[in-house]
């Protein structure tokens, strides 16, 4: 049950910060493991937040490069690295994750607006820059700067690293097509490897399965490349604002999207099979909670899930304040395709008030997927 509730508040976080929140046009989001915390950069104020997702609390991590833009982060061998993208100290910093002191400063007086970050296996960090369509390596070692090219990155954004192929794929924003290239390291090439023909690209991550998620500004979404890549963006998630660096963790099992223009994170669930052991966590079965239709509402709703397996299934209604509102369903399905109704009624049969509201699907496996529903009377 303790995990149960904790997928629900990972879920309703970014609602009960609303309003109330220190995070000002959060750009990148790692996972602090040692700690149990999210670590968010702002580019609108320059600070770094540290998020408890248990009860959505925030605290200033470290407001060192106040004034300036923290853009992308990286965690690497015990230091928060963090690019910078304004101001004298535009540059790449390094933050102890347990105190907040800068221990590492490097500026690259060339760039333009150094955007995201990725490692390489042996230890090299790249880093793009976006309005410079330029691309830089940094020792961190010796705080050595390099810029490997200023050809094919056509305003480059989010940047992974793909270890098997020992390349850099990253998103560009105004090349034909709107591609995912690739940087061979080791030829110094970049060839296009995937395209989109998605407007304002931000984010791009690999999850656990190696499966590839990029988020966009037009429209709202987070899409997903399955690997082995079949040549098919799929829409993964929707619902966001301005979904800025993307970030998978692993021991928790979600994409984090931090919304640039709304001031939270959404905390969205995935199902891989490769994820690190953490504790007495169950394992998650694969189901999806398709769609709610309308929505926004302010009648009925109808909630559309799919079981690839059988199992005993709980179907209920939140407030953002995690109260439960409506038992939809319980009990024992049969793998295949649902749908359930629901009338925007409370448990007592009084209509619930406007706002917004999570439907929340869970099994006996304490699996869960959760979609929002907006309520306009």
Aim: glycine share 8%; hydrophobic share 40%; proline share 6%.
């Amino acid at each position: 049950m303790r995990n149960v509730l904790l997928a629900l508040l990972l879920m309703l976080s970014p609602l009960l910060v609303f309003g109330q929140t220190l995070l000002s046009n959060p750009e990148s989001v790692v996972y602090d493991v040692d700690r149990e915390r999210y670590l968010v950069s702002n580019v609108g104020d320059g600070h770094i937040i540290a998020f408890n997702p248990v009860d959505s609390s925030q605290t200033l991590f470290s407001d060192t490069l106040d004034g300036h833009w923290g853009i992308g982060m990286r965690m690497h061998e015990g230091v928060l690295y963090v690019a910078i993208g304004e101001g004298d100290m535009a540059g790449v910093a390094g933050f102890d994750p347990a105190t907040g002191e800068m221990v590492f400063h490097v500026v690259v007086p060339e760039a333009d607006l150094l955007n995201d970050l990725a490692f390489d296996s042996t230890g090299l960090l790249f880093v793009t820059d976006y309005w410079g369509s330029r691309l830089f390596s940094i020792d961190v070692t010796d705080s050595t700067v390099t810029m490997v090219t200023d050809t094919g990155m056509d305003y480059p954004n989010g940047c992974i690293y793909d270890e098997p192929n020992h390349r850099l794929l990253f998103v560009s924003n105004t090349g034909a097509g709107r591609p995912i290239r690739a940087y061979d390291i080791a030829e110094n090439t970049i060839n296009d490897f995937f395209y989109t023909g998605l407007s304002g690209m931000d984010g791009i991550v690999f999850d656990a399965d190696s499966n590839l998620y990029v988020s966009s500004w037009d429209p709202d979404y987070i899409y997903r490349l399955d690997y082995p890549y079949d040549g098919n963006l799929y829409r993964f998630s929707s619902g966001h604002l301005d979904p800025a660096d993307i970030y998978f963790d692993p021991w928790n099992s979600c994409i984090v999207v931090p919304n640039y223009s709304r001031n939270t994170l959404d905390f969205v669930p995935v199902q891989n099979t490769s994820a690190p052991e953490r504790g007495d966590r169950s394992r998650k079965i694969d189901y999806t909670l398709l769609e709610t239709w309308p929505n926004p509402v302010n009648g009925s709703v109808t909630i559309r899930y799919s079981l690839p397996q059988p199992g005993e299934v709980t179907l209920r209604v939140f407030d953002i304040l995690g109260r439960e509102i409506a038992l939809l369903h319980r009990g024992y399905q049969a793998a295949g395709s649902f749908h359930q109704h629901w009338n925007t009624l409370s448990a007592s049969g009084v209509p619930v008030p406007s706002g917004t509201y999570i439907v929340l699907i869970e099994s006996h496996a304490q699996a869960t997927v959760s979609r929002r529903i907006h309520i306009i009377r």
